[in-house]
């Protein structure tokens, strides 16, 4: 679905959707406890890839299916090892760049540990008993693999220890999954992000949850008012574990109207990239956004893709391996923007749009059904003008 947008100024209040780093952990939570339920869930490609492999894992029988995680890393790692706790084997495949994203980490301790690992025709298979004792893992490449072995560690049979090996990035999505670990009764201790202690013989207990506003998807809104676009976002949570809330000190760090250079490390929020990119874009003076070589690795090559994306709609923008260098300017002219089937990408193109002088053409505007199914909608409440092409 390619959407033409005629630029016009965004007005009203608008809800993030749930957060989807939150129910992803909760689903799985209560996949390992056998029970309860999630209020103010909503679905999206993403999350349903999660509740669809939960549910084939969790089948009974002989068989085990082959679980297809669509594009969603967070579902692919954080399966893996839930799959070889609770059956010694997984099946795992997906779509568009997930099955090309680095699995390394695991693999390196599958060598350690005499487990089984095939990845054949896009499919990922795995086999092999995780047994308790020291897990090293690198802390640059994605906290999804801590993640993954913080939920399957607590149900070995003695203790163990992951131990990071570089500096933790994205801390928050570790804070995170401590926190949903600890609502649903799972010990484990942080010991200044350079080793976790995971007690044995844990089990998850089952609970009724809910899922508050995702920050990641609130960024873009924010990143709306910030140019000029009288849109309030209500129902964040500011004392939130989600790491995005630094989206608040980061739009301060703006400092508009004195021409200053802006330099932000995204190293612990590498999903607030594409807005702040498009923030970026219209500030008075040069932006720089750096630590961002993760971004690489995402559905799309974030860095090349934004880069690719302010360039199509008249803008400035000069990338290195893991940097953005952005001159800001009053306007953008528009222009046709490939989406790169980047939901992220997509919605920083719709945002940027209302500071352009011009139509702007987005190609593969569908892309937002990944983590934000109801964007174009809320945009167009909020008085955006656009027509499916």
């Known amino acids: 679905m390619d959407i033409r947008i005629t630029p016009g100024p965004l007005e009203g209040t608008v809800t993030p959707p749930p957060s989807k780093s939150i129910a992803h952990r909760a689903i799985l939570a209560q996949l390992l406890a056998g029970g309860g339920t999630i209020s103010t869930l909503e679905t999206s490609q993403d ?118 090996t570089s500096r933790l990035e994205s801390k928050g999505y570790v804070n995170m999954t401590l926190a949903v670990l600890k609502d649903f009764g799972i010990k484990a201790e942080n010991w200044e992000y350079q080793r976790l202690l995971v007690p044995g013989g844990q089990r998850f207990q089952a609970r009724d949850t809910t899922i508050e506003a995702d920050w990641s998807q609130a960024a873009f809104w924010m990143a709306a008012g910030s140019l000029g676009n009288p849109v309030l976002t209500d129902g964040v949570n500011v004392r939130s574990v989600q790491g995005d809330r630094v989206m608040d000190e980061h739009f301060a760090s703006f400092a508009w109207g004195t021409g200053q250079r802006v330099e932000i490390d995204v190293s612990d929020c590498p999903d607030l990239l594409p807005p702040l990119a498009v923030m970026a874009a219209f500030h008075d003076g040069t932006t720089c956004l750096t630590n961002a070589a993760r971004l ?42 490939d989406g790169a089937n980047d939901h992220r990408i997509v919605m920083a193109a719709a945002i940027a749009a209302t500071r352009c002088t011009g139509p702007v053409t987005i190609l593969g505007a569908e892309a937002v059904n990944k983590s934000y199914p109801t964007f174009w909608e809320e945009y167009k409440r909020l008085g955006g003008e656009f027509d499916v092409l």
């Open 47 to 164: 999350i349903e890839a999660t509740q669809r492999c939960a549910a084939a894992l969790n089948a009974q029988g002989p068989e085990l299916p082959l679980l297809d995680c669509g594009e969603s890393g967070s579902t692919l790692r954080f399966l893996i090892p839930i799959a070889l706790v609770l059956r010694g084997r997984g099946r795992f495949t997906g779509r568009g760049r997930l099955m090309e994203r680095p699995q390394k980490p695991y693999f390196d301790i599958f060598d350690e540990r005499g487990i089984f690992y095939e990845q054949k025709d896009g499919v990922l298979t795995v086999q092999g008993k995780l047994t308790p004792g020291e897990y090293r893992l690198p802390g640059n490449v994605s906290s999804q693999f801590i993640t993954g072995l913080l939920y399957a560690l607590p149900l070995l049979d003695g203790d163990s220890e992951i131990v990071l």
């Open 296 to 337: 690489r690795l995402k559905e799309s090559d974030r860095l090349t893709a934004v880069t690719c994306m302010l360039r199509a709609l008249g803008g400035q923008a000069e990338e290195g391996p893991d940097w953005l260098t952005i001159p800001g300017t009053q306007f953008l002219k528009g222009g046709t923007v």
